[in-house]
């Protein structure tokens, strides 16, 4: 699929990479940033799609989901992550495997600057926390950055979030 | 400590056991602290039980997880008051997908036991069974005498979407079992008990 209306053509290719990597669980808080794979997860009967109240349930559902032998991605906004926090102490300790996804707000060119205070803090708390960060700031970054975060979460038992830059998402105009 | 305020009459070192009935029927997640032990001193090292020691707020969404990986196994997530409304809208969540296999017993004693019994919402007007019900789960009971346990035992087992029960105690303290609190172990034992492989 190309870019167009139906957004764009890495967003697409994201998409197919996690299913051929049986990423099978989507989990969520709404987001622009995240439309396609969001979008594509509710159509797709083979995989669940589960909007979420707040980004720390999807932490401990992917853990869950481990413990049941099946494998998850968490969608989220960079301010969702400070939301996250406490429970990455349960992948921490328990050594799971967790997969997320971050757009960025808050950085390269941000307009809300209720936004930078999170997005500035973003890749800060989650090294603290234990998560290793990758960050795709063009579109050829994001399939690699995906591969290696994807290793590392179901290989190594690592928790791995990969940070779609505003460089490549495009700043929101307000 | 606030124990003259009592949310329940029922012993919850009895009223657990008699709700859950027999654990093989389940895989279980529980929350932290108090229903931890009341399920560890039930299960006795059996591998079908993780037992959440922090991460508070987290044990309905585990339970979501581990339900929809294996649906054909009932997951039952047993938790507390204080740990429950940390997190109310995975309630929410977990009624929007509403998976056959999930069942929720929130062992509810008014108090946060494990930091010296402070008062927690539930003593002073909060009813978690009108939140689940509120947050869209079709099958609530409120389990307050020995003679509603039978039923809702059932409930547990038989309901075709997420069921939720809440289990209402007094303060008296949960069993002294011993868990283990290495997490890594547990779910390597966990994991190889449900798919025969860490």
Same mark, same amino acid.
């Given at each position: 699929?190309?870019?167009? /209306?139906?957004?764009p053509a890495?967003?697409?290719?994201?998409?197919?990479?996690? &299913?051929e990597?049986?990423?099978?669980i989507?989990?969520y808080v709404p /987001?622009?940033g995240?439309?396609v794979?969001?979008d594509?997860?509710?159509?797709?009967?083979d995989?669940?799609s589960?909007?979420?109240t707040?980004?720390?349930e999807?932490v401990?559902l992917?853990?869950g989901?481990h413990l =049941?032998g099946r494998?998850?991605v968490?969608?989220?906004?960079?301010s969702?992550? =400070?939301?996250?926090?406490?429970?990455?102490s349960?992948t #921490?300790?328990?050594r799971?495997p967790?997969?997320?996804?971050?757009?960025?707000r808050g950085?390269?060119?941000?307009?809300n600057?209720? #936004?930078?205070?999170?997005g500035q803090a973003t890749?800060?708390?989650l090294?603290?926390?234990g998560?290793?960060?990758? &960050?795709a700031?063009?579109?050829s970054?994001?399939?690699?950055?995906?591969?290696?975060?994807?290793?590392?979460?179901?290989k190594?038992? #690592?928790?791995?979030?990969?940070l779609?830059? #505003?460089?490549?998402i495009?700043? &929101?105009?307000? | 400590m606030?124990?003259e305020?009592e949310?329940g +009459?029922?012993?919850r070192?009895?009223?657990v056991?008699?709700?859950?009935?027999?654990?093989?029927?389940f895989i279980v997640?529980?929350g932290?602290?108090?229903?931890?032990?009341?399920v560890a001193n039930?299960a006795?090292?059996k591998?079908?039980c993780?037992?959440l020691?922090?991460?508070?707020?987290?044990?309905?969404?585990m339970g979501?997880?581990?339900?929809l990986?294996?649906?054909?196994?009932?997951?039952?997530? %047993?938790?507390?008051d204080?740990?429950?409304?940390?997190? %109310?809208? $995975?309630?929410?969540?977990?009624?929007?997908?509403n998976?056959?296999?999930l069942?929720?017993?929130c062992v509810d004693?008014?108090?946060?036991?494990?930091?010296?019994?402070?008062?927690s919402?539930?003593?002073?007007?909060?009813d978690l +069974?009108?939140m689940?019900?509120?947050a869209?789960?079709?099958?609530?009971?409120?389990v307050s005498?020995?003679s509603?346990m039978?039923?809702?035992?059932?409930?547990?087992r038989? +309901?075709?979407?997420v069921?939720?029960?809440?289990?209402?105690v007094s303060?008296a303290?949960?069993?002294?079992?011993?868990r283990?609190l290495?997490?890594?172990a547990?779910k390597i034992?966990?994991r190889?008990a449900?798919l025969?492989? $860490?």
């Open positions: 699929m190309t870019a167009s /209306d139906d957004g890495w967003a697409h290719e994201l998409y197919e990479f996690l &299913k990597n049986e990423i099978t989507f989990s /987001d622009a995240h439309r794979l969001i594509r997860s509710m159509a797709d009967p995989v669940e589960i909007a979420l707040t980004e720390e999807g401990a992917s853990a989901a =049941g494998r998850s968490l969608l989220v906004q960079s969702g992550v =400070g939301n996250c926090i406490n429970m990455f349960l #921490q300790i328990g799971f967790f997969l997320g996804i971050a757009s960025m950085e390269f060119g941000e307009g600057p209720w #936004q930078m205070p999170m890749q800060p708390v090294e603290a926390c998560v290793v960060c990758l &960050k700031e063009t579109p970054d994001v399939i690699p950055c995906m591969t290696a975060a994807t290793t590392m979460a179901y190594s038992d #690592q928790a791995a979030m990969v779609l830059s #505003q460089r490549l495009g700043a &929101k105009a307000f | 606030s124990k305020h949310v +009459s029922l012993d070192a009895d009223a056991p008699m709700l859950l009935g027999d654990l093989d029927d997640v529980t932290l602290a108090g229903p931890a032990k009341d039930i006795r090292g591998p079908n993780y037992y020691a922090g991460a508070m707020g987290g044990a309905v969404s979501l997880g581990l339900a990986a294996q649906p054909k196994k009932k997951v039952l997530v %047993v938790t507390g204080g740990e429950l409304l940390m997190n %109310v809208g $995975a309630l929410a969540t977990a009624a929007v997908r998976p056959a296999n069942a929720i017993v004693n008014g108090h946060y036991g494990e930091t010296g019994y402070q008062l919402h539930t003593t002073l007007g909060t +069974s009108v689940a019900s509120g869209g789960i079709g099958t609530v009971r409120s005498e020995e509603e039978a039923e809702a035992s059932r409930v547990l038989d +309901s075709n979407g069921s939720f029960v809440l289990l209402r303060t303290e949960p069993p002294k079992f011993r283990s290495d997490a890594v547990n034992r966990f190889e449900v025969g492989e $860490a």
